[in-house]
């Protein structure tokens, strides 16, 4: 809950500037309007479940899953008076997931270090920002050379290539296959 509450109190710049891209990018503007939600009770987990191995949803589904995790657990923002910031904010932490999905990492410290280098880069709040940078201090060091050598130089080059993820409508994608939206997007394969 903390870490949310530090996303919202220290995103006052980010937060609008995510939003403007939003804005100006047709399937972006499509989401701000219609304002679509991931949560337990949006989501079809057994059509999901169906899909086949590979597709967006399928993959979606079996890190819920694997990870013992939920979409339902997402904090609703609090200290974000304007509406449309704190729908930005509540789509970032609801889309959290599937950029473990599309990255292809775990939930552990060294996975959740290595999405939080990649969404620092697409989004730059401040709560990504420190995530990324203070995480690795409860690393082995065997993982920390596996971090600087190839994961977080992996993570910024396809932070910085892809286009912003907040501009996808993943609940109208859940067929496509993962490497496929990758590929659209610009994330690099996983090492």
């Not at 296959?177 to 996983?190: M, N």
């Amino acid at each position: 809950d903390m870490v949310a509450v530090l996303g919202e109190t220290t995103g006052c710049l980010a937060l609008p500037n995510l939003r403007d891209k939003m804005k100006h990018h047709p399937e972006g503007y499509r989401i701000l309007q219609e304002r679509p939600r991931i949560r337990l009770s949006t989501l079809d987990m057994s059509r999901l479940r169906g899909l086949p191995d590979g597709s967006l949803g399928r993959e979606y589904v079996r890190f819920l899953e694997d990870n013992k995790v939920s979409p339902d657990t997402r904090m609703l923002p609090k200290f974000v008076d304007d509406e449309e910031l704190a729908y930005v904010i509540q789509r970032y932490r609801e889309v959290h997931d599937l950029m473990h999905t599309l990255l292809g990492m775990p939930t552990n410290m060294l996975g959740e270090v290595v999405v939080k280098w990649f969404e620092a880069v697409q989004t730059g709040l401040p709560m990504c920002v420190l995530g990324a940078a203070f995480g690795p201090v409860r690393l082995s060091a065997r993982k920390l050379q596996v971090l600087a050598t190839e994961l977080v130089p992996w993570a910024i080059r396809s932070g910085l290539n892809a286009s912003c993820v907040l501009n996808i409508y993943y609940e109208q994608r859940w067929e496509q296959p993962v490497e496929s939206l990758r590929e659209e997007i610009g994330i690099f394969p996983p090492p």
